[in-house]
């Protein structure tokens, strides 16, 4: 059984990086592709972004020149680092298992998810 | 990318039939058979209800079933249960190579 578990801090400070990790186990993170998800308190979710194990990203255009997704194939782990944050970018962070039928660069749904981890942009 | 659009709330009775909706465009939900719905009680992560339209993944109740007409996809949920409370969500791939979700919807049981 897939199983992911986020970690990083649970405050920022406006302007500075937010920086999350993703710890798989139950599989290889070297199949399939790997999403993060946030969901603003009591809004809905917004995908951010996936990767490949190669280094292949792809990101929401809406946060893509803040956003970098990569990996630690030693460690089955993935990372996302958002940099200049506001209190716009307070939210549950997701990490997420990414599938798909192969026809598709990256999967179409997302199949495994982690518990979320609230992120709080504050001074 | 705008949200596919979903109505706020959906109510039925123990027993019942309700439908949600899911509204986009023919650059994503009319343009491929990509949507996938989610179900998340509060203080969860979502789960993984229907995926490719209308496809259940294994352990999910047959009482949930998708579909898809035009830009407009559907989720079903017969014999309405107390645990079926929950905000659902869906998702399509676009035409720009990436993912979007729907604005949610609230499913309450009478």
């Known amino acids: 059984q897939v199983q992911l578990q986020e970690s990083g801090p649970g405050l920022v400070k406006p302007s500075e990086t937010l920086s999350l990790t993703c710890a798989v186990s139950?599989?290889?993170?070297?199949?399939?592709?790997w999403s993060w998800v946030r969901q603003p308190p009591g809004k809905g979710l917004e995908w951010i972004g996936y990767?490949?194990?190669?280094?292949?990203?792809n990101y929401n255009p809406s946060l893509k020149s803040r956003v970098t997704i990569s990996v630690d194939t030693s460690k089955n782990q993935f990372s996302l680092k958002l940099s200049s944050v506001t209190a716009a970018d307070t939210a549950v962070y997701f990490c997420?298992?990414?599938?798909?039928?192969?026809?598709?660069?990256?999967?179409?749904?997302?199949?495994?998810w982690g518990q979320g981890t609230l992120v709080t942009v504050s001074s | 990318q705008s949200a596919l659009t979903q109505p706020a709330s959906v109510s039925g009775s123990p027993g019942q039939s309700i439908t949600i909706s899911c509204t986009g465009t023919?650059?994503?939900?009319?343009?491929?058979?990509?949507v996938s719905w989610y179900q998340q009680h509060p203080g969860k992560a979502p789960k993984l209800m229907i995926y490719?339209?209308?496809n259940r993944p294994s352990g999910v109740s047959n009482r949930f079933s998708g579909s898809k007409s035009g830009n407009t996809a559907s989720l079903t949920i017969s014999g309405l249960q107390a645990e079926d409370e929950a905000d659902y969500y869906c998702?399509?791939?676009?035409?720009?190579?990436?993912?979007?979700f729907g604005t949610g919807t609230k499913v309450t049981v009478l």
């Open positions: 990767m490949y194990y190669t280094g292949s990203t």
């Open positions: 139950g599989g290889s993170i070297t199949s399939y592709f």
């Open positions: 023919s650059s994503d939900v009319g343009g491929y058979n990509y």
């Open positions: 997420a298992r990414t599938s798909g039928d192969g026809y598709i660069l990256g999967g179409t749904y997302f199949d495994y």
């Open positions: 490719e339209v209308s």
């Open positions: 998702s399509s791939y676009t035409s720009s190579s990436n993912l979007v």
